[in-house]
């Protein structure tokens, strides 16, 4: 079974719903979207080998895969989810696959913690992008694809996916992942989808705002004020969304969130 995250999402809370459980396992490779830990472990419960791999139509494909150890086998489930999450190491279809600083083409250091962009070459990155010659200057820069995903590397190797550059929160001059606050959301009981995105703010710059869809037995049982508390106890206060929306919350039909709307739905222009 191939599978966006998301449709993971939906069959964890089916399964919910019916109180089944795979009669075998089944092989599951997941893809389109960073894959909160909290879904993969729930998904790992039910009875699923989950494969998770990292990839773009520029590169043909899948170039990097969260290659698994058998060591890892006897780790606590939620260490094994957190694992799980990680992008990977590249593929042997992909010649070179670094995490660089974009303004020096440096490798970040191995230390899960400095993010730099991904950035990807070799003999099946794309030619360019049809009658634009513009943005394929813009993306094939100093010898390497632009990936526009950023990321840290950990002391393994194994690079993880932090945000895309133009999600990115700002907030006081610190970074700020949004999928590192959707990850904790998911984690909560309640939530069903959830999706971060930068709003202005007059002091700080931005402070990100959630937008979380709940699951239907929780609808009108839960209020912003609980979200934001259950956050603050997971998370550093600078991180904290300072707004929570409630409301479906439009993907395209492969899972992925349309933040383009969610900004628009919030009243800020950022592209």
């Known amino acids: 079974m191939c599978c966006a995250p998301t449709v993971l999402n939906f069959v964890v809370e089916g399964a919910e719903a019916s109180g089944a459980k795979l009669p075998r396992p089944v092989e599951v490779m997941t893809a389109g979207a960073a894959p909160p830990a909290a879904v993969l472990r729930a998904t ?23 290659d698994w150890h058998p060591e ?19 593929t042997v279809l992909c010649d ?24 990807m070459r070799g003999s099946v990155t794309m030619k360019g992008y049809f009658k634009n010659p513009s943005a394929t200057d813009e993306a094939l820069a100093g010898g390497w ?12 190797g194994y690079i993880e996916l932090r945000d895309r550059s133009k999600d990115i929160i700002i907030s006081g001059g610190e970074n700020i992942s949004s999928i590192e606050i959707e990850d904790v ?80 739905a919030a009243g800020t222009v950022r592209s």
Do not use: N
């Open 44 to 66: 790992e419960a039910l009875g699923f080998r989950i494969r998770h791999v990292y990839g773009m139509v520029e590169m043909h494909g899948v170039i990097a895969s969260c």
């Open 145 to 156: 694809y632009h990936s526009g995903d950023l990321a840290i590397v950990h002391p393994d």
């Open 96 to 119: 070179d696959m670094k995490v660089l600083d974009a303004k020096t083409f440096m490798p970040v250091p191995a230390d899960g913690r400095t993010m730099g962009e991904v950035m």
């Open 185 to 264: 959301l998911y984690s909560h009981p309640a939530v069903s989808c959830a999706a971060v995105i930068a709003i202005a703010h007059q002091r700080w710059g931005e402070v990100p705002c959630a937008f979380v869809e709940l699951k239907p037995s929780y609808e009108g049982r839960v209020t912003a004020d609980e979200i934001v508390e259950f956050c603050r106890g997971r998370m550093a206060k600078f991180k904290v969304p300072g707004t929570v929306k409630f409301g479906a919350i439009e993907r395209t039909a492969t899972g992925k969130v349309q933040k383009f709307k969610l900004r628009a």
């Open 72 to 90: 890892w086998d006897d780790l606590p489930a939620e260490e094994r989810a957190r694992i799980r999450a990680r992008q990977g190491v590249r």
